[in-house]
């Protein structure tokens, strides 16, 4: 078992996050970016918007990863045995690309209710301060929710460019992560990241998120997998297992979860982003 220790535990119910966490090896963070490279040469523009959502449902890849026992030993630690794959996104942001993400909360918007969930943001490469890295406002899951304005800026990869104002940036951590480590955040703390200033890409798989079998979706429909323990509850319909990298079948499974989420990110919004 490499569940999280009391320290680490204790480090993220005072911060709201916890890094790095060793869980790939190098070999098998090369593969997830093979794994997308393939994909953006076969099947290009399918990984753009939207198809950056639920990539787990098409690829046996990044389906193994979100049942990586290492992963899924540290995220029990935090919400229970009873752990629920909900979604994945894919975080790429190509050298000399505005791609940023806004400080925002995720529990804003994505309608998982109680808030016992939590994500897993693996890095495929490094994340570091020069590649745009996260950062973490830490403790700023204890408090209540954050209006957000909707900004729907150029470069923005979130759907609504959701954006907290006056965020101290100097009050934030860095997460650095090396290609195979992973952090742990809270469905609340406050959290975004800047540009990507290298030669090379940033890419985050992140897993959004492993929920409690306890977890409901409020503002619409998910489709879920199974990562460990019982789900008692059943408040979601179950996707299948892909058995190999995009069969037309799990293709069409694929987007109709994809519109179902974009109903959800665009709840009363009359305008939609890219992604």
């Known amino acids: 078992m490499t569940n999280l220790s009391d320290q680490q535990i204790n480090f993220y119910n005072d911060k709201g996050y916890v890094a790095p966490i060793d869980v790939l090896s190098i070999q098998e963070a090369y593969e997830i970016r093979e794994e997308i490279e393939l994909i953006e040469k076969k099947w290009p523009n399918a990984l753009e918007g939207l198809g950056r ?12 990863v979100c049942l990586n026992n290492k992963i899924l030993d540290a995220v029990e630690s935090l919400i ?11 975080f790429i942001k190509n050298a ?18 109680p808030h016992n969930w939590v994500t897993a943001w693996i890095a495929v490469t490094d994340s ?8 973490m406002w830490p403790g700023s899951h204890k408090g209540k929710l954050k209006d957000h ?25 860095p997460i650095v992560l090396k290609a195979g480590q992973m952090s742990l955040h809270h469905p609340t703390v406050i959290h975004g ?6 030669k090379d890409r940033r890419i985050g798989f ?4 492993y929920i409690g079998s306890n977890v409901d979706q ?58």
């Open 149 to 173: 304005e909707q900004k729907f800026d150029e470069g923005n990869l979130l759907t609504r460019g959701q954006t907290i104002k006056n965020v101290p940036i100097e009050e934030t951590d």
């Open 218 to 275: 409020v503002l619409g429909k998910i489709y879920v997998q199974k990562a460990r323990g019982e789900d008692i509850h059943k408040f979601h319909e179950y996707s299948k297992v892909p058995i190999d990298l995009m069969n037309k079948e799990d293709i069409i499974s694929w987007n109709k979860a994809k519109d179902e989420l974009s109903k959800i990110f665009y709840k009363g919004s009359n305008k939609k982003g890219k992604y």
């Open 128 to 135: 570091n301060e020069e590649n745009g890295c996260m950062r």
């Open 206 to 209: 992140v897993v959004q998120s």
């Open 80 to 90: 229970g045995k009873n752990i629920l794959i909900c979604g994945t996104t894919l």
């Open 53 to 64: 959502n639920y990539v787990h449902m098409i690829s046996p890849i990044f389906n193994k």
């Open 193 to 198: 990241s800047g540009l990507n200033k290298s």
């Open 96 to 113: 000399k690309e505005k791609g940023f993400v806004s400080f925002h909360q995720d529990a804003k918007y994505i309608g998982l209710e």
